[in-house]
């Protein structure tokens, strides 16, 4: 069975910019849940969805956002991005919640 | 919410030690997992363990959830062992939260 999928791997963008990032999860699995990584802050929650809509959202601005499509994908998406953006961005999935969670190999993201 | 706390924040070891890696937590949980974060950034799942003990080869767990706490045994430790240790755990109806982990070093 495929894990979980994240494109793209690794991205530049400049400050202003947005950008969107895409999460395939383990097939059969309806939740997707994503992390934001950075060295200041650990690992902190951003959002989870599931069968297409938002449970849980993390403490962070508007400008991120995501959704999740009808086959469980998702993407998310940060609009006018920052300094403070740079990060590895992680997406994880299981089947529901209170379930072990299997987590992808992650979108790096620089801001310039 | 429920706060995670990680103890000792870094281990260096010789090959071949064993080693124990704490995790308390503040509130009852519906779920609790220890991950391995390898040099790439990937986490990689080594206990689901909410209460109870596992075993999987060198590496066994223990969650003791009525006191709030997790234990991560490693030994005979291996070099491939580095890396960054969490335990994550999700409240009822919560989101995951997670500790800020076990940096292990493992010298040859």
């Known amino acids: 069975k495929a894990g979980v999928t994240q494109t793209p791997r690794y991205l530049i963008k400049t400050r202003g910019q947005q950008v969107t990032l895409s999460c395939s999860p383990i097939s059969g699995h309806r939740s997707v849940s994503w992390y934001q990584q950075t060295p200041g802050q650990g690992l902190q929650f951003l959002f989870e969805?599931?069968?297409?809509?938002?449970?849980n959202k993390g403490n962070f601005p508007g400008r991120f956002s995501g959704r999740q499509f009808s086959n469980s994908r998702s993407e998310m998406n940060v609009s006018t991005l920052e300094l403070g953006d740079s990060a590895l961005y992680l997406c994880?999935?299981?089947?529901?919640?209170?379930?072990?969670?299997?987590f992808g190999e992650g979108s790096w993201l620089t801001v310039v | 919410g429920i706060q995670v706390e990680q103890s000792p924040p870094d281990l260096i070891l010789q090959e071949g030690a064993n080693s124990t890696l704490r995790c308390n937590f503040s509130d009852s949980v519906n779920n609790l997992q220890w991950f391995h974060q390898n040099p790439w950034g990937q986490l990689i799942n080594l206990f689901y363990i909410p209460s109870g003990t596992k075993q999987n080869g060198r590496l066994s767990a223990t969650t003791v959830a009525t006191e709030r706490y997790s234990l991560l045994y490693i030994s005979s430790s291996q070099t491939t062992d580095s890396g960054v240790y969490f335990c994550a755990v999700e409240g009822y109806g919560q989101n995951f939260v997670f500790g800020p982990g076990t940096r292990l070093s493992v010298l040859p």
């Open positions: 994880a999935s299981s089947p529901s919640s209170g379930n072990t969670i299997y």
């Open positions: 969805y599931f069968s297409e809509t938002q449970r």
